[in-house]
């Protein structure tokens, strides 16, 4: 005989800064100082820890049945945002860790069985699901394959044939690991979940990355985690089995900065950054992607920066790089990064002028009465007064334009 009788108790404290609303970290970053761009930040990073049951107090702890759904299972939640007094963003991470005392048992699927509608118990001598239906039965089909929503890690009971399941976005599955973590931007489940996984037996006793790299800004924003049991994969068997760990969530400083090269598509002054465009860490990295679309046989030492503030651009330059084989072969030329400001309506003009003369030095350059433009082998560099800045030729340059609107072509 098999009745359902399955209780997980779960049992999943938080920890880091113990108290709700606490200070979980202070970070302070000096960003170097380039040609006047002065854009250090000192001491003015709080991350205020908010970490929250959404009904008793900090940990998230009760009996849990196997569900259909996140929603069935236990939750938690997490709030995180920087302080009203900083404009600085920051890059989040949660981790689940899966404490040693926690059954392998919870991480295993059940095998298939027939059962009777009436009673609930297996039937006994029916092992095929056709025989079950023959026999009337309801086929249990935990270890089976099944249809998988690769978004939600649900099941997806109106297809039931591998073909099925392709074709309408899913994806074919045998067994798997029954117990499921989620992450929701709500405390219902609904909507499409921020992350997903199954909790395997190999990660009992280690952390678990859960949810990485998301945004975090003086806005407050909440994270729910829910730990479920999916029921299409666990059986009738008697036993009772547990589970226990703890969220932990870090922080770091993000880059105020994003190099980008612009390719396929502008960047706006004003707007977030649109998605199409790959956003580099370093200037380097630009530059290389510029070379890639360009052939790779080219270097072009020039990229965009943009400064960001709440995911939204409040400032953009062209920067280029006089290298040391530059300034060998160039009497006056300087080796370093440098950037011109464009976006405002010329406002920068002069700054841009003591820049393009510090870095190239006046026997490469020329001062017109609308723009000042400076040429070596390999480098070209405008700015105008009331319009655009421009590194590079035309063809294979980049510029941001007197509205904010910047560019790369790397061909």
Same mark, same amino acid.
């Given at each position: 005989m098999k009745k359902k009788n399955i209780i997980l108790i779960i049992a999943v404290f938080f920890v880091g800064i113990a108290l709700a609303g606490g200070t979980y970290a202070y970070l302070t970053s000096t960003l170097n100082v380039t040609n006047g761009n002065y854009n250090t930040i000192t001491g003015c990073f709080d991350i205020t820890y908010n970490i929250n049951n959404v009904t008793s107090g900090q940990d998230i702890t009760g009996t849990m049945f196997p569900s259909s759904g996140p929603s069935g299972g236990l939750s938690g939640r997490v709030g995180?945002? &920087? &302080?009203?007094?900083?404009?600085?963003? =920051? &890059?989040?991470?949660?981790?689940?860790?899966?404490? #040693? =005392?926690? *059954? #392998? *048992?919870?991480?295993?699927?059940?095998? #298939? @069985?027939?059962?009777?509608? %009436?009673?609930?118990?297996?039937? #006994? =001598?029916?092992?095929?699901?056709?025989?079950?239906?023959? /026999?009337? =039965? %309801?086929?249990?089909? @935990?270890?089976? /394959? @099944?249809?998988?929503?690769? /978004?939600?890690?649900?099941?997806? &009971?109106? @297809?039931?044939?591998?073909s099925d399941c392709t074709s309408n976005g899913g994806s074919w599955k045998t067994g798997g690991s029954p117990l499921k973590y989620a992450i929701y931007d709500n405390a219902s489940a609904t909507g499409t979940p921020l992350s997903v996984g199954r909790i395997a037996s190999t990660d009992i006793g280690n952390d678990i990355t859960i949810y990485e790299n998301f945004l975090i800004n003086n806005t407050q924003a909440y994270y729910h985690i829910f730990i479920w049991m999916d029921g299409y994969l666990i059986g009738n068997s008697d036993n009772t089995a547990s589970f226990d760990g703890y969220i932990t969530a870090s922080a770091i400083q993000r880059n105020p900065y994003a190099y980008t090269a612009n390719l396929g598509a502008n960047v706006t002054k004003g707007s977030a950054i649109p998605n199409t465009i790959t956003v580099y860490n370093t200037p380097a990295q630009a530059m290389a992607a510029l070379k890639t679309a360009g052939g790779g046989t080219t270097d072009y030492p020039f990229f965009l920066r943009h400064t960001i503030n709440n995911n939204v651009v409040t400032e953009s330059y062209v920067g280029f790089v006089v290298t040391s084989e530059m300034a060998a072969s160039n009497s006056g030329m300087t080796a370093g990064t440098y950037y011109l400001k464009g976006g405002d309506k010329g406002a920068a003009y002069n700054d841009n002028k003591a820049i393009l003369q510090s870095a190239f030095g006046s026997a490469y350059c020329a001062d017109y009465s609308s723009h000042f433009d400076c040429h070596v082998s390999g480098l070209d560099a405008y700015a105008y007064s009331g319009d655009f800045v421009q590194v590079g030729p035309v063809g294979r340059c980049c510029y941001v334009n007197n509205d904010g609107i910047s560019y790369c072509s790397g061909g």
């Open positions: 995180i945002k &920087t &302080t009203n007094a900083c404009n600085i963003n =920051g &890059t989040g991470e949660l981790k689940l860790h899966i404490n #040693s =005392g926690t *059954s #392998s *048992s919870l991480m295993s699927p059940s095998q #298939s @069985y027939c059962e009777d509608r %009436r009673t609930l118990e297996a039937m #006994s =001598g029916v092992t095929t699901e056709a025989a079950c239906d023959t /026999a009337g =039965g %309801r086929w249990r089909g @935990y270890g089976d /394959a @099944y249809c998988e929503n690769n /978004a939600t890690l649900q099941r997806l &009971t109106d @297809y039931t044939t591998q």
